[in-house]
C-alpha cells in the first residue's frame, strides 16, 4: 500500500473486553512505532519493534497491554480487559531505517478505541 | 527525564502576520528535535528537522541549547497553515521519539 494502514478505524469495546488493533506498515520499513493519543494530548510512545524484535517497552500503562510484530512487518497492539481510560486514539508509525530514520515516521490514520 | 513543553494550546494569528510556535525542551545530552504538522483529516507528519536546516513551506526552527528551546517561525502566515503542530524530541543514541502536547494554530482571515 501507499501508506501505513491501520485497523479497524474506530472501536468500541465494554469495559473488560479484550481488543486487538492491526497496524500495517510501509513495505521495508524496519523500525514500527506504537503511540497512544489521548483527547487533547500529545502522541505518547508506547513501544518500538526494529523489525521483529521489540526493542523499548517502556511506555507501555500495564501488563494488560501487549504488542508483537512476528514476522517483522504487521503488528498487532493487543488490550486486555479494557478500562475506561484506555479510551483514545492509537498510532502506529513506520521509518524505514533503524532509530526512527533521523526522525521521519509516517503515520497511520490511527484507531479510536471508545471504552463504554 | 526528556520532557518538550509546548506552553500554548492555541494560537490566533491574522494572515500575513508572523507566527511563532514555542517549544522547550528538557534533555541532558544531545537531542535531534523535529517540528510534525497534522492538517486537517490528515496524518500527522514529519515537517522538519533541526538536523536539515531546513525551511518548509516557509517555516524554520533553530535549536537554542542555551534556551532549550526550537521555537518554529514564519515570518508570513498563510491561512493553510491553520493546523496543530507538535514538537518532538528524540535522545543522542536513543530509539523513540516523545512529542508535545502540540498547539493548535489558528490562521485569522
Known amino acids: 500500500g501507499a501508506g501505513v494502514s491501520q485497523s479497524p478505524r474506530y472501536k468500541v469495546a465494554k469495559r473488560g473486553q479484550d481488543v486487538a488493533l492491526r497496524c500495517d506498515p510501509i513495505?521495508?520499513?524496519?523500525?514500527l512505532f506504537w503511540y497512544q493519543q489521548a483527547l487533547g494530548q500529545g502522541p505518547e510512545f508506547l513501544t518500538y519493534?526494529?523489525?521483529?524484535?521489540?526493542?523499548?517497552k517502556s511506555g507501555l500503562p500495564s501488563d494488560r497491554f501487549f504488542a508483537e510484530r512476528p514476522e517483522g512487518s504487521v503488528s498487532t497492539l493487543k488490550i486486555q480487559r479494557t478500562q475506561q481510560e484506555d479510551s483514545a486514539v492509537y498510532l502506529c508509525?513506520?521509518?524505514?531505517?533503524?532509530?526512527?530514520?533521523?526522525?521521519?515516521?509516517?503515520f497511520g490514520e490511527g484507531s479510536r478505541l471508545t471504552v463504554l | 527525564a526528556q520532557r518538550v513543553t509546548q506552553p500554548e494550546k492555541l494560537l490566533s494569528v491574522f494572515k500575513g502576520a508572523p507566527v511563532e510556535l514555542k517549544c522547550n525542551y528538557s534533555?541532558?545530552?544531545?537531542?535531534?528535535l523535529f517540528w510534525y504538522v497534522q492538517y486537517s483529516r490528515q496524518r500527522l507528519q514529519l515537517l522538519l528537522r533541526?538536523?536539515s536546516r531546513e525551511s518548509i513551506k516557509g517555516f524554520t526552527a533553530d535549536l537554542n541549547k542555551g534556551e532549550t528551546s526550537f521555537h518554529l517561525k514564519k515570518p508570513f502566515a498563510q491561512e493553510e497553515d491553520s493546523a496543530m503542530y507538535y514538537c518532538?524530541?528524540?535522545?543522542?543514541?536513543?530509539?523513540?521519539?516523545?512529542f508535545g502536547k502540540g498547539t493548535r494554530l489558528h490562521i485569522l482571515p
Open positions: 533541526h538536523i
Open positions: 518532538a524530541l528524540s535522545g543522542h543514541g536513543d530509539d523513540k521519539i516523545i
Open positions: 519493534f526494529q523489525n521483529e524484535a521489540q526493542l523499548d
Open positions: 513495505s521495508g520499513h524496519v523500525s
Open positions: 534533555y541532558s545530552g544531545s537531542p535531534e
Open positions: 508509525a513506520s521509518s524505514l531505517l533503524s532509530r526512527g530514520g533521523n526522525g521521519e515516521l509516517f
